[in-house]
């Protein structure tokens, strides 16, 4: 009589049941009403501008009702904002709760898009080492701000207890302590660390002032393009990246900046692995426009002192949240000569919804035949161009993809004007 093994047996069932339970997991997702159910959202924040809020449907024998009086049903499933606060959505079916969705209504954001070219100037934060050389003396060679191990990148703040703003500030008690055989007491910024250590000025052969064998710098300067402006606070936002060294590529502490109208002379095209650029003229004797308080990885932010146009969008216009913004055309402004401000055809090629901040959330192609022709794409000083679309200001231009000039990314707006310090999300954070 032959023997079954039921052991080998129990396993091939307990596979094979495991194997049928994973196939109907991964299943489930795409199956139609199960994935509209859940294409459902928890949670929807929308502005209170007159647009209408959207809400996946899940068949005719299922209803979505509004609790509260700031949702108004335009049908079933669209909704308009009577005002800001909180409410409910239910999807029910034959009088039985589906599922409750939080719905967050804003107080509507405008803010005036910018376009213009402008000259930059930073101001550190300290004096920035951006280098070291050796001195040759008579028994070595040796670069003594190597040997106190600071490093390039880092940011000397004080000399012997006094706080220093600008690269004259060293030279005195360079000259001093060399004169007396002193050691300097040094203390640093290296990333978010304050470091102490002591140097000692060197004076090479032939030469009659002590050095420290650093190279630093105090300020930065270039060309950017406006992003947005609010008419009643007067703050604004720039650029939508961080301005960082060219020689350390780390991003500048400011200690303050400030802002000047530029002139566009003329662009290099750019092409495939070689991003094209503005060329400007300004200077930072000119009148001042505005001052620049932050330096963030979304641009540069202040207050404008001087009133500015761009001659095409003017007046205050509402702001669509990461969500709202859609892939299709748009719109951005900018400058190719002189100051005027011109309007150039893009497509949004992907958006991502955003909770919290983020720089790459969206994917702009240029569209527009006269901008490809004149500089080949998104050239360098076009970031921070503002980009509109359905008569919102949706994000600012950031930064070109060097293998395609034609396309690059862009930040959502709503996080610009968090770094500005517009509150977009106040409401919601109450609510909650």
Partial sequence: MRRVNWVKYYDKIRIMTGFLLLITVLAIPFITPVNHYLSIPNQVVALDNASPISMPALGEKVSVDS???????????EFYAQEPGSS???????????????????????????????????HTLGVLVVGHHQIKGEDETVSPGEKADIQVGDVILEINGEEIKEMEDVKPLVKEAGKEDEQLAITLKR?????????????????????IGLYIRDSAAGIGTMSFYDPETKKYGALGHVISDMDTQKPIEIH?????????????????????????????????????????????FGQLDKQISNGKYDEPMPIALSHEVKEGPAKILTVLEGEEVKEFDVKVVSSVPQKFPSKKGMVVQITDDALLNETGGIVQGMSGSPIIQDGKVIGAVTHVF???????????????????????????????
């Fill in 67 to 77: 609790t509260g009086d700031h949702l108004q049903a335009i049908d079933s499933t």
């Fill in 191 to 211: 990333d978010n660390e304050t470091i102490d250590t002591t140097l000692k000025p060197a004076k090479a052969e032939n030469e009659d002032e002590f050095q």
């Fill in 256 to 300: 303050n900046g400030s802002i000047v109208r530029s002139n566009v002379t003329s662009i290099e095209k750019g092409n495939h692995g070689t991003p094209g650029e503005k060329q400007a003229k300004f200077s930072m004797n000119d009148e001042e426009i505005g001052n620049i308080t932050k330096n963030s990885p979304f641009g540069i």
């Fill in 402 to 432: 060097v293998n395609d000039p034609t396309s690059g990314y862009g930040v959502h707006i709503e996080w610009m004007l968090q770094e500005a310090g517009i509150e977009v999300r106040k409401e919601q954070e109450q609510a909650s």
């Fill in 88 to 122: 409910d959505l239910i999807y029910q079916a034959a009088g039985m709760p589906l599922k409750k969705v939080d719905v967050s209504v804003l107080e509507d954001v405008k803010v005036i898009p910018g376009g213009q070219s402008i000259g930059v100037q930073l």
